[in-house]
Structure formats: C-alpha cells, structure tokens
C-alpha cells in the first residue's frame, strides 16, 4: 500500500448497506486450501496472497477498508501496509510484492500523487513481466483511458509529481501504468454499488487464486513425469552397462579357458 498519513480516523464499523451486501459473500469457505488467514509473518513466500496497491489517504478507511473486511470474511490471504513499512525505505515493499502471487491495483483519482505508489506499480510491472505475478487493475471512479493516458484529474496529479521527479523515473511511471492500465480489470462507476463491486472483486481474486494453483499443480506433476523419465531411463542405462559388462567379462574368461585348453 502506498504510504502517507490518515487525515481521517477509521470507522469501527461497516454501515449497514455493506453489512446487507456482505451477506452474499457467506457462501466463502474459510478452510479452502486457496486461502488461509492474515498474518503479519516476517516472511509468507510460497503462499497464495493478494498484495494491495492503492493511495492510503484517499482508500485506507473507505472502500480499502471494506474491501479488507470482505477478504478475511473469505480467508484470502493478502498484505497491506498498515504500519511496519512507515519511515522505512522501498525495499520492505518490494519484498512483500514478490512474495505476492497476486497485485491487486486500486486506480483511483490520487493514485499517481504518491511516488511511492508509482514505484510499486513499476515493481508490480516487472514481476508481471516476468510471468511470476498476477495483476488486477481495479478503476475506483476514474476512466482506464485517463490512467493510460495519463489524463484528466489522474493526470493532473501525474504531472504534478512528474515536475518534481527524474526523466527516467518518470519514464518508468509511464510505462507501467499504460501495460497495467491497458489489462482487462474492474471499474467502478459513480451510480454502482460499492458493496456489489466489492463483491466482483472477491469474486475475481478467488477465480485467479484458483487458476494459479491449478497451473501449480500442472507444473508439478509435469516436473515429476520428468524426473520419472529420467530416472526410468538412467536405470535403464545403467542396467544395459552392466549387462554388457558381464556379458563381456564372460567372453574373456571363455576364451581364457579355451586358450588354457590349447
């Protein structure tokens, strides 16, 4: 989550409009090999988790909070950055989004003020990139098209933060946001319910979760076909060594005996 500090104190409760909506979501299995509960462990590598990149001053105790709420509802593990990355550099985030199977981008009007939110978005691209990270962009009141193009008031906030920042950087802020912005996501419009797009949202997390540990399994068991092969196939080559070996030690001392008999 991109780093700043609350100008809001955070409620204590859902209203009852997402508490209605969130009744939907009771079907989730808690015990699903899918997903497992929250933890702030030091490190939670090998594990399916969703990492959470949205502008905290805007989303924190909002739409982010609710969103929370219904991932633990459901067990989906996921990260967010409430307090151990504050005052730290980059890097603690870095480590949490390779860990992460999934990126789950929360676009909205303020997203591209914080640096901070930039410089995950371009970690989130290069993993992506990599074929070792899943994204979902989510478009919270603002257009795909204005984040690609860096538009409208996404794009003020933009260019106000490019002003104060290095060619390259910016570069790399550019391109990340036109491949992730560019990637088939969800969009919320003004005159949707946030407790149904919430809903969509869980929804999605726990098809791609599924998918992913689906291809994992693949994976393995093609990797075990391999091995098998291989060792079936060393076996037999070793077997066939040794065949000849006696084969030929037998040669030799018969014609040792033959020629002893001479």
């Not at 985030?93 to 939110?117: G, N, Q």
């Not at 410089?119 to 098209?145: C, H, N, S, T, W």
Request: charged residues 30%; positive net charge.
């Amino acid at each position: 989550m991109c780093s700043s500090t609350p100008s809001s104190s955070p409620s204590s409760v859902l209203t009852s409009k997402y508490k209605t909506n969130f009744s939907k979501l009771e079907a989730c299995d808690s015990n699903h090999p899918h997903y497992s509960e929250f933890k702030d462990n030091d490190s939670l590598a090998n594990v399916h988790q969703v990492f959470l990149s949205f502008r905290g001053e805007q989303l924190r105790y909002n739409f982010v909070s609710h969103l929370i709420d219904a991932f633990e509802r459901c067990g989906i593990l996921f990260f967010v950055d409430k307090k151990e990355l504050r005052g730290k550099n980059m890097r603690n985030l870095f480590v949490r989004i390779e860990e992460s199977k999934i990126a789950l981008v929360i676009f909205s009007s303020r997203y591209a003020e914080s640096s901070w939110c930039m410089d995950e978005l371009v970690k989130i691209k290069k993993r992506m990139d990599k074929g070792k990270l899943q994204v979902i962009p989510i478009f919270y009141k603002v257009r795909a098209r204005h984040v690609r193009e860096q538009t409208d008031e996404f794009g003020e906030k933009f260019w106000a933060l490019a002003k104060t920042s290095r060619g390259v950087q910016i570069k790399e802020w550019k391109e990340a946001l036109e491949s992730i912005s560019n990637m088939m996501g969800l969009s919320l419009g003004d005159k949707r319910s946030e407790a149904d797009f919430i809903k969509e949202i869980v929804e999605e997390v726990q098809r791609v979760l599924a998918t992913i540990e689906y291809e994992e399994k693949e994976n393995h068991l093609r990797i075990n076909l391999f091995q098998n092969k291989k060792r079936k196939k060393t076996y037999f080559q070793n077997t066939r060594r040794k065949a000849l070996k006696i084969s030929h030690i037998k040669k030799t001392s018969g014609a040792k005996s033959r020629s002893s008999d001479i």
